[in-house]
């Protein structure tokens, strides 16, 4: 019965001259967005409002409600039914076949909510609201008026056509991807980075990945779940260059080289300079991390001092204050957690101290990673000249 | 170079029953069940396939039902075996060795009701008569012991395992998973007293998705796949006519030329164990010799994870297992490697050799030669 959706946005409203680019962003994600349901669909702006029309004889009701959930900047997303101006005992009409059809059941409490943007539309909103109320009444016998917490809020708006929708599906809110630069994502394939990109995606950030692969140590299909969940990330942030560097001889050359229970932090301090590294040469203004204080021995306020330290740009870590449960609460709600979950094999344990230190001290591990200095160079130009770049479409 | 040792795990398609299987793909592609020509035409495939597997055993080919695989004919000896004979009894004797698609069905029959008797191995994985002896009871309606252990090769007694059977109880079925034993033995069932014998197709040079079990005649099974009634009501469902046509020649060219074949594959792993003997670190499990698998090598390399040396040989294009895998959550040690008492740290560092008759000594010596360079380096690097 739908033919259109009413788009609302909420914060992007408010953000003044530049306030098109905003709108002009979000319509070219929710264009992209829709690439991914069944049906043509067009997207207009009138009058401050984004609608998005059904083009096509056929289309996917549920995939198009998907599809825009996944856009950022929408905080509603209301199928609504578009008629032209023919008379106010037409709109009661129109009114009442739309109850029939979006509530068969024919039993409910119901408010109207007209709104009046065409102001020389001959009725006034609250004589609309009570003229439209008694026809209802009429026509629907089982239905009662409750203005305080009606089962059905009936939306009524007069402009250049009238639109009817009583459903609003919540969408995810922030601000639409592009308006809000580039970050870096250092994804691995837990549970938090990606829960950490969508966060940042959220605030209406580009967003470009790192993985950091070490075979045989990890495996091929390690590397495919992370492929996986950059794609998860995606249907969010929009396409993704995932940069897959390969770390092991970095890797090994610390284990001979360093106290084994500070492998951990110097081997994220070189993963640290790896994705700074990538994200300057990609344009990006910072770093995006799933750290949160005190989960494991490397994310203590000492050990994240000490990774941070070797960044120049700024690390975003959206969910530093986050509990377990709350990431993991996000992770199923963007359809993540399934696939961070999966098994397989990492033999990384190898590396992971039975004891780290969980309060490193900068000038210790400064004074150890000397003892890298006759290789760690070419290492970490090796890892650069070698990365792999893998385009991840949503 | 590219030395593919997984054979175990499954086979290339040996050329013949590809070009089988792409005839009645795209040519004789007709339903066996329809009354017309093109109908007939498949069912002639089908029959045929029959005659050449049934050669193979010296069986007649109507005591065979065509599966989708070793899976599916375990379960089907397994389940069907014991629903169909439940007044013989509820009691069934296995080995603690068995592949998981023994041992599954097996638990969910424990869960309707059944007994299981699990007996236990040697160190070389190797079952004892005297405890099968033991074992077994008036009530016994089932024993179900592998020919060949797919981990480590070691072959079961099933000749005298089954005169232990009927002379205790001749009413209790006797089933052999013998998936990666055909083709690899002559197998005679009705000479060894075998009742039901699984068999999968992609072991042996076959396609993947096809395989048989063996019923002796007047042996009751239920169907554990119910629909059309194909394959006398015993496996419904259209048969994968490519597939079995594939398998009969399959079976077929297995057995070609046999004894030079197995001589082969006994000369490659004595090569490759002989190689391996001078690594340090490196042991092989289980026998070695010829009263072993021709085409399976269980090989421990101290100090480096299983995965860790699979993905090392895996840089050099060299193929194996690993005997268990070492996963992030989800730790699957092997049954028969801790059934044969291996100590955890060597069976987390254990993986799988098996080679086919299109393996050659220079694949072997690229191998040995790979593990002898990667073992010494990755041993350098454990958890501390």
Known sequence: MYRSFLIKYAEIAIKGKNRYLFEDALVRQIDLALRKAEGEFSVRREQGRIYVDVQSERFDYDETVAALQCVFGIVGICPVVLVEDAGFDRLAEDVISYLKRAYPGQAFSFKVNARRARKNYPMESMEINAALGERILAAFPGTRVDVHSPEVMLHVEIRNQINIYSVVIPGPGGMPVGTNGKAMLLLSGGIDSPVAGYMIAKRGVTIDAVYFHAPPYTSERAKQKVVDLAGIVARYAGPIDLHVVNFTDIQLYIYEQCPHEELTIIMRRYMMKLAEHFAKERGCLGLITGESIGQVASQTMQSLAATNEVCTLPVYRPLIGFDKQEIVGISERIHAYETSILPYEDCCTIFVAKHPVTKPSLHVIRNDERKLAEKIDALVQEAIDTVEVIHIEP | ?384
Not at chain 2, 118 to 138: F, T
Not at chain 2, 186 to 192: A, G, T, V
């Open chain 2, 1 to 384: 170079m590219e030395a593919y040792l997984d054979n175990s795990a499954t086979t290339r398609c040996s050329e013949r029953a590809a070009a089988v299987m792409t005839e009645l793909l795209c040519g004789g592609y007709g339903n066996p069940s329809s009354l017309h020509n093109k109908g007939k035409e498949a069912e002639d495939a089908i029959r045929k396939a029959r005659g050449q597997i049934a050669a193979t055993m010296k069986i007649d080919g109507k005591e065979l039902i065509f599966t989708s695989g070793g899976t599916e004919s375990n379960n089907l000896a397994l389940l069907g075996g014991a629903l169909a004979n439940q007044r013989q009894g509820k009691h069934i004797v296995t080995t603690e060795i068995e592949h998981p698609s023994v041992q599954a069905p097996l638990d969910v029959l424990e869960s309707l009701g059944y007994e299981i008797t699990r007996l236990p191995v040697d160190a070389d994985g190797i079952l004892s008569l005297e405890e099968l002896r033991q074992a077994l009871r008036p009530d016994t309606v089932l024993v179900s012991i592998m020919m060949v252990n797919n981990e480590i090769g070691a072959v079961e007694p099933i000749a005298e395992a089954a005169a232990v059977i009927h002379e205790a109880n001749p009413d209790t079925l006797f089933h052999v998973d013998a998936i990666q034993a055909y083709g690899k033995y002559r197998i005679y069932p009705k000479k060894l007293g075998i009742d039901l014998l699984s068999v999968s197709g992609h072991k042996i040079h076959a396609p993947k998705g096809v395989g048989f079990l063996y019923v002796r005649d007047r042996v009751k099974v239920k169907p554990t796949v119910y629909g059309g009634g194909q394959q006398k009501g015993m496996r419904s469902g259209t048969e994968n006519v490519p597939g079995i046509a594939a398998l009969g020649t399959a079976a077929e060219e297995a057995y070609e030329d046999f004894d030079d074949k197995i001589a082969h594959l006994y000369a490659l792993k004595e090569r490759f164990i002989a190689g391996v003997a001078n690594i340090p670190g490196v042991t092989v499990n289980g026998k070695t010799g010829r009263d072993s698998a021709p085409h399976i090598v269980s090989v421990t390399a101290e100090d480096v994870r299983s995965e860790v040396l699979l993905h090392s040989l895996e840089e050099y294009g060299i193929y194996v297992s690993a005997g268990s895998a070492c996963s992030s959550n989800k730790p699957a040690p092997s049954r028969t490697l801790l059934a044969i008492g291996m100590e955890k740290r060597r069976l987390e560092c254990t993986v799988r050799v098996s080679f086919s008759v299109h393996t050659t000594e220079a694949e072997v010596d690229y191998a040995v030669e790979k593990l002898g360079e990667i073992v010494p380096f990755r041993r350098r690097f454990t958890r501390k």
